[in-house]
T-cell receptor, first 111, second 112 residues
């Protein structure tokens, strides 16, 4: 079964709006990562947040982690058409050494 | 730095044929991974390697074999291709366990 589950599955917004994607997971983790995938391309790492961190920023990206609720959110502020992509969370479950990916959120930003 | 490269980019096979997908990385990473991506299924780990000469099974290893004879290369083999193996295959590498993974551009495989 999937460790990470993203919500929503699809999101469509206007340029300039904020986009929020959520990820829930089942077991304890060492870290949680977010990746972006443009259509037909490989995944690109966006941000890694460790289990002892609660919030992390990178440019227009803000990631939060709530280990008590086993959930994370990715916020993209002031979205651009170029942000159109699929976004995946991946968890490094404790002591496995492997990343488990969720099914992704497809984001469409309309110009 | 080329990062992670994969060959070929696209391949069509007939059922029962064999092929090898090649992944190469120039970042001196210890860990390497093979995933497959199917619509609505996210990425699923096929096999991975924690160093030269080592391999381990992932979530969906059946029908695939791998080898890591050199640190920079990770090969994925299909001995007898089946239509269920039609997918996009991604290779990735990382410096250490659970760390950021760097992905190749993918190989699209169609098995008829």
């Amino acid at each position: 079964s999937q460790q990470g589950e993203e919500d929503p599955q699809a999101l469509s917004i206007q340029e300039g709006e904020n986009a929020t994607m959520n990820c829930s997971y089942k077991t304890s983790i060492n870290n949680l990562q977010w990746y972006r995938q443009n259509s037909g391309r490989g995944l690109v790492h966006l941000i890694l947040i460790r289990s002892n961190e609660r919030e992390k920023h990178s440019g227009r990206l803000r990631v939060t982690l709530d280990t008590s609720k086993k959930s994370s959110s990715l916020l993209i502020t002031a979205s651009r058409a170029a942000d159109t992509a699929s976004y995946f969370c991946a968890t490094d479950a404790s002591n496995t050494g492997k990343l488990i990916f969720g099914q992704g959120t497809t984001l469409q930003v309309k110009p | 730095n080329a990062g992670v490269t994969q060959t070929p980019k696209f391949r069509v096979l007939k059922t029962g044929q064999s092929m090898t997908l090649l992944c190469a990385q120039d970042m001196n990473h210890e860990y390497m991974y093979w995933y497959r991506q199917d619509p609505g299924m996210g990425l699923r780990l096929i096999h991975y390697s924690v160093g030269e000469g080592t391999t381990a099974k992932g979530e969906v290893p059946d029908g695939y074999n791998v080898s890591r004879l050199k640190k920079q290369n990770f090969l994925l083999g299909l001995e007898s291709a089946a239509p269920s193996q039609t997918s996009v295959y991604f290779c990735a590498s990382s410096y250490g366990q659970g760390e950021t993974q760097y992905f190749g551009p993918g190989t699209r495989l169609l098995v008829l």
